[in-house]
């Protein structure tokens, strides 16, 4: 588990950022949770709140903003500010006063939302009785709204069910299956694009107009194999080998380094990577509304493109080292065999669809959080001794 000290020091930049915007609140009302499983007891806690764990739930009442990752974030408490989380479940049973932006394979909204919605996941469902107070912007593959929308209703998905109240239009840049309940009742129109028209059960109210864009279906006649792009594959995989190799020689263990992370905290990898994939484009976009920020933002947006493509190799070398070690490799064949062998792999695991989009979202996070928690471990040596 980390401790407040140590963890100021790795999030000082995103304070700075919200200082400079007057979002912060004092350094010393931070609140800083990690381990295998949090649990915020009833009660009332000075945020913002950073939790990272397995589970996380949150009971009590957060004033401020609340960012999450892990297996699980339950919020049962009010969140008087936004919710940003990342994890397999998202599930809201509370109340949250801002804006809720969220990554999940399931997302599901039982309590209010005093602002927006942002969602991305494989299902998302705004049960009856929820309330979002104004937009909802939603990607996901299975998605239902049961509740209510202040304003409007924007996203895209495969199969939609409307069966709830939206006070504004309703806009769907694709959807393969629209479905409206009797409950539905749409203040604005109704926009969408589809192979097929909507199914609307009787009851369902469209206040507005109703306009579908007839979405055409592509049936290629292709193999996966020639679906697949090789010529741009081979192209990254040899820049990857590339920047692996003039990276062993000026840093020698970097990549042992990295890997050592990677295997001993598997969980806080994956959790503090999730959360730093998703809160840094946002702090970029906080920092670029400055003048002074702005080459702090073009720094830290850098870095974050730099990781983002360097992923891969070090998930590469971290299975490769893996292997290594599974099968006695180590001290008989060079460090760039088994190396190739997982990064090769990676980029042709990635190519799936579907399988290969979540796949990315965990290679991601994975890396961020291996350079992130090797950097905290690093500072947390003690100096050595000086030299008489």
């Known amino acids: ?145 049961s509740g209510e929308v202040g304003r409007q209703y924007l996203g895209s998905g495969e199969n939609i069910r409307i069966n709830g109240q939206v006070g504004g239009d309703i806009h769907l840049w694709g959807v393969k299956e629209l479905n409206l309940g009797p409950l539905a009742a749409i203040g604005g129109s109704l926009s969408y694009r589809s192979p097929a028209q909507a199914e609307v059960a009787p009851g369902a109210r469209v206040s507005g107009t109703t306009n579908w864009e007839r979405l055409e279906q592509e049936v290629k006649k292709t193999t996966p194999i020639q679906q697949y792009d090789w010529a741009g594959a081979l192209a990254w995989f040899a820049a990857g080998i590339l920047v692996w190799g003039v990276l062993s020689l000026l840093f020698p263990g970097i990549w042992n380094h990295l890997s050592s992370t990677i295997q001993h905290s598997p969980g806080p990898v994956l959790g503090w990577g999730l959360l730093l994939l998703l ?37 590469g070398d971290a299975i490769g080292r893996f292997l290594a070690r599974r099968f006695g490799w180590e001290g008989r064949i060079h460090s760039v065999f088994p190396f190739l062998i997982g990064y090769a792999g990676l980029v042709l695991l990635i190519s799936i669809p579907v399988v290969g989009t979540i796949l990315s979202i965990v290679i991601f996070s994975m890396a961020i959080g291996s350079v992130f928690l090797a950097i905290y471990r690093w500072r947390q040596q003690p100096l050595p001794a000086a030299i008489e």
């Open 279 to 315: 809160v840094t484009p946002l702090a970029v976009l906080l920092l670029l509304v400055t003048v002074i920020g702005i080459p702090l933002s073009l720094t830290l947006l850098a870095a974050y493109a730099a990781l983002l493509y360097a992923a891969k190799i070090i998930i």
């Open 1 to 145: 588990m980390f401790k407040g000290k140590g963890l100021r020091k790795g999030v000082v930049i995103i304070l700075v950022s919200m200082a400079v915007l007057g979002l912060a609140v004092p350094v010393g009302a931070l609140e800083t949770m990690s381990g295998e499983s949090i649990v915020v007891p009833e009660g009332i806690v000075q945020g913002p709140l950073f939790a990272t764990g397995n589970d996380v739930v949150v009971n009590g009442d957060v004033e401020g903003d609340v960012f999450a990752a892990g297996q699980t974030v339950m919020v049962n408490g009010r969140i008087n500010g936004d919710l940003l989380a990342a994890a397999r479940t998202v599930r809201l049973n509370g109340q949250v006063s801002g804006n809720v932006r969220c990554a999940a394979q399931d997302v599901e909204i039982n309590g209010n939302v005093g602002m927006s919605l942002t969602a991305a996941g494989d299902q998302i469902r705004l049960l009856e009785g929820s309330r979002v107070g104004q937009d909802a912007l939603v990607f996901g593959r299975y998605m239902t709204l």
